[in-house]
T-cell receptor, first 113, second 111 residues
Framework: NAGVTQTPKFQVLKTGQSMTLQCAQD?????MYWYRQDPGMGLRLIYY???????DKGEVPNGYNVSRLNKREFSLRLESAAPSQTSVYFC????????????FGPGTRLTVT | GENVEQHPSTLSVQEGDSAVIKCTYS??????FPWYKQELGKGPQLIID?????GEKKDQRIAVTLNKTAKHFSLHITETQPEDSAVYFC??????????FGTGTSLTVIP
């Protein structure tokens, strides 16, 4: 039981390049989330998926797109990376949006030069 | 939306002493308050939580208190150990809505 996994762990991009961050969970949870973590700013919600087939914007969605591929997988795409997107990205899940405890993946450290 | 403030941003204590981290929130509808511990290079991990119908909760060396009237809640770690060194985050949630996190407290326990 791996819980929440994320790939890759590290990535360096040049400005304008695109990439997709992958997240998978084996907890049979319905809801999945993408956060970014920046120094002094805590965790900020980018997008979430309350259930398979649905996605919604969070606090900081600009420059990102998401896909809820199936119940297990939720990907985050940067179409044209910018230095302001340098951050650590965390995927999280919980059983349902109305059930509170969230479980986090190990994170992806992204640097955009 | 909700606004969560967390203090202090850094905290150093001697091993065996107690550590206290405080958070305030703005939305009186918030009803769930978890605390997460994040070790270097890892994702946040839930260590304790409290719901709005409870004033205090304890789990071995850690405890959380909630004052709904004042809209603040605190994490208390007693008999600190070097392995308690980490970044701690509070959060406030209205069930069914998004999590609002504090900005984190970097705790260092000095052996």
């Amino acid at each position: 039981n791996a819980g929440v996994t994320q790939t890759p762990k590290f990535q360096v991009l040049k400005t304008g390049q695109s990439m997709t961050l992958q997240c998978a969970q084996d907890m049979n949870h319905n809801s999945m989330y993408w956060y970014r973590q920046d120094p002094g700013m805590g965790l900020r919600l980018i997008y979430y998926s309350a259930s398979e087939g649905t996605t919604d914007k969070g606090e900081v969605p600009n420059g990102y797109n998401v896909s809820r591929l199936n119940k297990r997988e939720f990907s985050l795409r940067l179409e044209s990376a910018a230095p302001s997107q340098t951050s650590v990205y965390f995927c999280a899940t919980n059983r349902d949006r109305g059930v509170d405890e969230q479980y986090f993946g190990p994170g992806t450290r992204l640097t955009v030069t | 939306g909700e606004n969560v403030e967390q203090h202090p941003s850094t905290l150093s204590v001697q091993e065996g002493d107690s550590a206290v981290i405080k958070c305030t929130y703005s939305d009186s509808a918030s009803n769930y308050f978890p605390w997460y511990k994040q070790e270097l290079g890892k994702g946040p991990q839930l260590i304790i939580d409290i719901r709005s119908n409870v004033g205090e909760k304890k789990d071995q060396r850690i405890a959380v208190t909630l004052n709904k009237t004042a809209k603040h809640f605190s994490l208390h770690i007693t008999e600190t150990q070097p392995e308690d060194s980490a970044v701690y985050f509070c959060a406030a949630i209205i069930t069914g809505n998004q999590f609002y996190f504090g900005t984190g407290t970097s705790l260092t326990v000095i052996p």
